[in-house]
């Protein structure tokens, strides 16, 4: 038998799953011909599949190097480099490829699933493009468009191409999913159930469905899906870390929709236990960020000048803690038709760090100028999202740290403090996994000590600001008496009352946070004191809290 009939055997062996044999005829190959380069490639393919990644990126170079002619060498080897994260050699060798054969729709793929990760989105929409044009029925493609639109903002579009997904092949759970996830944060509550019933129906350990999916259903003790993630829980190391996060935070909020507290609160402990253990968190950093805060924004600070040349209304800041109300707040304003919801906006803290190393020492290095410019820049760059809106709402929690700063260089922006009872606020908290990473989350311990920070530096911007700068509104009030809240906020903001402000809960618009679903309903009660039932476990970070 010579070495292609040899290679052919070991292919078929390896096809049929035996990988052992395949691996064998692969190595007696090259001991008696060291140059057959797809004994090597295929020797890198089974050690890719078997996840042994640096093996597998070494036998491929060199099958690739003994024949540096042929594209599937060097698109093989930029996948085993892409899952490795090596994502400048990964683009390297898809040139490569491409140069060879630039007709290859996976090599594209690759080069998009590349950019992507390295953030390079409009570049990445490109070589998707140049998939679906190579080959229509790619699916995958335009599921992945659909992404990079939506993390832009472009909700229509990406519908459109998560649609084609789906229209291509049904069973493309992750389109289904991120189509309902698209619909949820634009209030398209029945249709993302039925997007995401399907992918389950597909594959019922789907987790990353479930989790969207737990948001919008009450779980009742006989529900299917209950007893799928049961089952799903008898053998967790099958997923992935965040997926066993996910899986834990579900069947949470299922044992408590059934009234199952004691139970519903283990799952909430190891949900939150495993996602601690996958960040890093410093208790000594967030106290010196309090420390800084308060020693560079002093009396003095505050007694000088402020930068007029700023004094624009338009920017209205909603802060807090996450779970305080502010997405609810959010709603209510942006029902009035001269204000617009620009969301979570990271947009001042980017410019600031465009501007300085370090937040908040180094601001003492700026002059006068330089300041104005950090609140024009953000004025000019807010303005680009809505041109022809009175008001633009930047919800952005954390932006409470740049309140000193906000009230120098924006002294006609307005900030809308949300606060809520601080055991309640930190026990939701507490039952949520964030889009974002809120480091301080997911310890009990933490978090209080988190929040007590929090509230100290309130209390001081609280002392040293200035009257009309800042409104703080209780969750609990908002809650008792709607309308009489909604119009104290509004005649802060300066504007006439409007009744659209009434129905907030049919407002269109993105709503991208954890709080997507609630906001849609009218208000409602069950999520004040809800922490009670949980009060025996909560008790650690209860004296926290209470704590002088």
């Given at each position: 038998?010579?070495?292609i009939?040899?290679?052919?055997?070991?292919?078929?062996?390896?096809?049929?799953?035996?990988?052992?044999?395949?691996q064998?005829?692969?190595?007696?190959?090259?001991?008696?011909?060291?140059?057959?380069?797809?004994?090597?490639?295929l020797?890198?393919?089974?050690?890719?599949?078997?996840?042994?990644?640096?093996?597998a990126a070494?036998?491929?170079?060199?099958?690739s190097?003994?024949?540096?002619?042929?594209?599937?060498?060097?698109?093989?080897?930029?996948e085993?480099?892409?899952?490795?994260?090596?994502?400048?050699d990964t683009?390297?060798?898809?040139?490569?490829?491409?140069?060879?054969n630039?007709?290859?729709?996976?090599t594209?793929?690759?080069?998009?699933?590349?950019?992507?990760?390295?953030?390079?989105?409009?570049?990445?929409?490109k070589?998707?493009e140049?998939?679906?044009?190579?080959a229509?029925?790619f699916?995958a493609?335009?599921?992945?468009?659909?992404?990079?639109?939506?993390?832009?903002?472009?909700?229509?579009e990406?519908?459109?191409?998560?649609?084609?997904a789906?229209?291509?092949?049904?069973?493309?759970?992750?389109?289904?999913?991120?189509?309902?996830s698209t619909?949820?944060?634009?209030?398209?509550?029945?249709?993302?159930?039925k997007?995401?019933?399907?992918?389950?129906?597909t594959?019922?350990?789907y987790?990353?469905?479930h989790?969207?999916?737990?948001?919008?259903?009450k779980?009742?003790?006989?529900?299917?899906?209950?007893k799928?993630?049961?089952?799903?829980?008898?053998?967790?190391?099958k997923?992935?870390s965040?997926?066993?996060?996910?899986?834990h935070?579900?069947?949470?909020?299922?044992?408590?929709?059934i009234?199952e507290h004691?139970?519903?609160f283990?799952?909430?402990?190891?949900?939150?236990?495993?996602?601690?253990?996958?960040?890093?968190?410093?208790?000594?950093?967030?106290?010196?960020?309090?420390?800084?805060l308060?020693?560079?924004?002093?009396?003095?600070?505050?007694g000088?000048?402020?930068?007029?040349?700023?004094?624009?209304p338009?920017?209205i800041?909603?802060?807090?803690?996450?779970?305080?109300?502010?997405?609810l707040?959010?709603?209510?304003?942006?029902?009035?038709s001269?204000?617009?919801?620009a969301?979570?906006?990271?947009l001042?803290?980017?410019?600031?760090?465009?501007?300085?190393d370090?937040?908040p020492?180094?601001?003492?290095?700026?002059n006068?100028?330089?300041?104005k410019?950090?609140g024009?820049?953000?004025l000019?760059?807010?303005?680009?999202?809505?041109?022809?809106?009175k008001?633009?709402?930047?919800k952005?929690?954390g932006?409470?740290?740049?309140?000193?700063l906000?009230?120098?260089?924006?002294?006609?922006?307005?900030?809308?403090?949300?606060?809520r009872?601080?055991?309640?606020?930190?026990?939701?908290?507490y039952?949520?996994?964030?889009?974002?990473?809120?480091?301080?989350?997911y310890?009990?311990?933490?978090?209080?000590?988190?929040?007590k920070?929090y509230?100290?530096?309130?209390?001081?911007?609280?002392?040293?600001?200035?009257?009309g700068?800042?409104?703080?509104?209780?969750?609990e009030?908002?809650?008792?008496d709607?309308?009489?809240?909604a119009r104290?906020?509004?005649?802060?903001?300066?504007?006439?009352?409007e009744?659209?402000?009434?129905?907030?809960?049919k407002q269109?618009g993105?709503?991208?946070t954890a709080?997507?679903?609630?906001?849609?309903?009218?208000?409602?009660?069950?999520?004040?004191?809800?922490?009670?039932?949980?009060?025996?476990?909560?008790?650690?970070?209860?004296?926290l809290?209470?704590?002088?």
């Open positions: 038998m010579n070495s009939q040899a290679i052919q055997m070991a292919a078929r062996l390896a096809n049929q799953g035996k990988l052992v044999k395949a064998k005829i692969c190595q007696d190959i090259i001991t008696s011909n060291e140059k057959f380069h797809p004994a090597y490639h020797l890198g393919q089974l050690a890719f599949q078997d996840g042994r990644l640096d093996i070494q036998l491929l170079k060199n099958a190097d003994l024949d540096p002619k042929r594209a599937s060498y060097y698109r093989d080897l930029a085993v480099l892409f899952h490795s994260n090596k994502l400048k683009l390297l060798f898809v040139r490569r490829a491409l140069d060879i630039s007709e290859d729709p996976k594209h793929f690759l080069s998009g699933l590349t950019l992507m990760k390295n953030g390079e989105g409009e570049l990445a929409i070589s998707f140049t998939v679906i044009n190579l229509p029925n699916g493609a335009y599921n992945n468009i659909g992404s990079l639109l939506e993390s832009s903002g472009r909700l229509d990406a519908i459109k191409n998560y649609k084609e789906i229209r291509i092949d049904a069973n493309n759970i992750q389109a289904q999913n991120n189509l309902a619909m949820i944060a634009t209030g398209d509550m029945e249709r993302a159930k997007h995401l019933f399907l992918a389950i129906k594959d019922p350990s987790i990353e469905a989790h969207n999916l737990s948001g919008l259903k779980y009742k003790k006989s529900d299917q899906d209950l799928n993630l049961k089952k799903i829980a008898k053998d967790p190391i997923l992935s965040i997926n066993q996060v996910r899986l935070f579900i069947l949470a909020k299922a044992h408590s929709d009234g004691d139970r519903a283990f799952y909430y402990q190891l949900a939150n236990t495993k996602m601690r253990s996958n960040l890093e968190y410093n208790q000594k950093v967030a106290e010196k960020v309090n420390i800084d308060i020693n560079v924004f002093n009396i003095d600070y505050f000088s000048d402020q930068i007029l040349d700023n004094e624009d338009t920017p800041f909603i802060v807090g803690m996450p779970r305080s109300g502010s997405t707040v959010e709603q209510i304003v942006a029902s009035h001269e204000v617009y919801a969301g979570e906006l990271t001042l803290g980017d410019i600031i760090k465009s501007k300085i370090k937040f020492v180094d601001l003492e290095t700026l006068k100028d330089e300041l410019n950090i024009k820049d953000y000019a760059e807010i303005k680009k999202i809505a041109p022809n809106a008001r633009i709402v930047d952005m929690p932006n409470y740290q740049f309140i000193g906000i009230s120098k260089i924006l002294p006609g922006a307005r900030i809308i403090h949300t606060k009872n601080p055991i309640d606020c930190c026990f939701s908290i039952t949520r996994l964030f889009l974002e990473k809120v480091h301080y989350a310890d009990l311990g933490e978090l209080g000590n988190y929040y920070l509230e100290d530096l309130m209390d001081y911007w609280r002392d040293l600001l200035s009257d700068i800042m409104i703080e509104v209780n969750y009030g908002v809650v008792g709607f309308e009489g809240e104290k906020i509004l005649d802060f903001i300066d504007l006439e009352w009744d659209s402000v009434l129905g907030f809960h269109a993105v709503i991208k709080s997507a679903a609630q906001v849609r309903k009218p208000i409602y009660q069950t999520s004040i004191q809800r922490w009670r039932v949980y009060e025996k476990h909560l008790r650690p970070l209860i004296e809290l209470e704590q002088k």
